[in-house]
């Protein structure tokens, strides 16, 4: 990622678990990794990265900074933050995103896309009950040298959306 692309992921439900392999390439900026923010914060879904970090699920949301070169495995489900091994309990609730979550940025509360993300995406899972909705890892396209992922689950090509 260097700045501009966003990638689809859907519309996230509070009984799915989202897990991401990443490491930016700067530290300096604050940008999302994924997002989307409602207004209030009911169904906000978002991997902030400033310095005290802001990582939501629906209604709560867990504050720990991943402003740095590190590797970062984090996964998120309902009630429960996992941040390279180390878990953390925060309040249940039930939301349905209104809108779908982008990798590479985050849809705003009025629905504007913005772009910002920079470094790596390892891979990117959304799962419900154990179950993968969508498993993705980066690849190139070899016809038109297209960046994006190969999501294992419908096993086609995810193109970036802008």
């Not at 906000?44 to 970062?72: C, D, F, H, P, Q």
């Not at 091994?85 to 629905?111: E, I, M, Q």
């Not at 990117?124 to 179950?131: A, L």
């Amino acid at each position: 990622f260097d700045g501009t692309q966003l990638f689809d992921l859907g519309i996230v439900k509070s009984t799915y678990e989202l897990e991401v392999l990443f490491q930016r390439s700067e530290s300096k900026a604050t940008p999302y990794l994924y997002g989307i923010v409602t207004s209030p914060h009911t169904a906000s879904v978002t991997a902030y990265m400033s310095s005290g970090g802001s990582w939501r699920w629906g209604n709560a949301y867990k504050g720990i900074s991943t402003n740095n070169l590190n590797e970062w495995r984090v996964r998120m489900k309902n009630g429960n933050a996992l941040f390279n091994g180390t878990s953390s309990n925060f309040t249940k609730n039930t939301f349905t995103t209104p809108d779908t979550v982008v990798l590479g940025g985050y849809r705003s509360a009025s629905g504007s896309l913005i772009k910002g993300y920079k470094g790596k995406v390892f891979y990117i899972r959304i799962s419900e009950n154990g179950e993968y909705l969508k498993d993705w890892y980066p690849c190139k396209r070899l016809s038109d040298g297209v960046e994006g992922f190969w999501d294992s689950v419908s096993q086609t090509f995810i193109e970036p959306i802008s």
